[in-house]
């Protein structure tokens, strides 16, 4: 590959689609300069504790033991690995489409390949950011067991919200569910067997977490909730957030089209409402967020931008 700022395309994002575009990119001998934000490749995968199974030809025991073949597959390829370096916009211009780094020098380029996926939703509430990791948590799966046999509390109406609890429980927690919402996303499947467990309380909807403290003299936080228009409070040993993900990607002017649900809008050929900018992986919304389709994604992307450039 050449200088980063002498190369045709910048691909941003190392996760699965990111990585399958690389690949395709070497194959089709496009110039490219790769970027993550910590310059790591796996995305998003360090952070999935259930088994990856529904891939063909391998099966992994969690999303870090994908991301760490992927990042074994590119140390070994011909092609150099992702830099680390975060964009912070993207400006279509008459020179082409201008990117600014946060800490780099800004660079121009033909076409841009955004494959930066999507990260856990948070609620957004005070005291959220500073009690992640030590009594706000995101995942059941890597912290179940750290709070096991002790009060916790859960947010979110989808499988993860509904399996989640079910997790906890296991472990002998008791359970405090929190739902915002009467409409239930999960599947009857986890929703059936939460409404009937008996360590498993279902506060009255809607209960809205307002707020998060360290709770005063002891390990853990106190939750201030709003139960039905009434302001309460909730004392537990963590909070698990499990609220969904939602789409990762920089500022883009003129500003790109989006899907109802946030996501970038793409049309069959990946490409966005901004003439060069293409998107492909989960950042775009796929029906079916797997491994998979994510690395088909990033393929077809890369295809479709090295014809736009006379590679193929």
Known sequence: MTNPGESDVLLVGAGPAGVSAAQWFHTYDVDVDWVSRDGRVGGILPRVQNPIENYPGANFADGAELADALADQVDEAPYSSPRAAAVRAIQRTDRGLDVEFEDDV?????????????????????????????????????????????????????????????????????????????????????????????????HPIPTVVRSIQPASGRQGCRLEIEIQGEASHLDVACLFVRIGVEPVYPPCYPNIQTTDAGYIDVDDDHRTSVEGLFAAGEVVGPRLPAVSTAVGDGADAAHVIADSLGHL
């Open 106 to 202: 800004p660079r121009v380029y033909r076409r841009i390949l955004l494959a930066t996926g999507t990260r856990f939703r948070r609620l957004g509430v005070p005291g959220e950011e500073a009690g992640l990791g030590e009594y706000v948590s995101q995942s059941t799966s890597a912290d179940a067991e750290r709070f096991a046999g002790r009060e916790v509390a859960i947010v979110g109406g989808g499988d993860a919200g509904f399996e989640g609890a079910l997790q906890l429980a296991e472990t002998g927690s008791s359970v405090h569910m929190l739902l915002r919402s009467e409409t239930h996303r999960a599947r009857p499947q986890f929703v059936e067997p939460v409404e009937s467990h008996p360590e498993i309380r279902i």
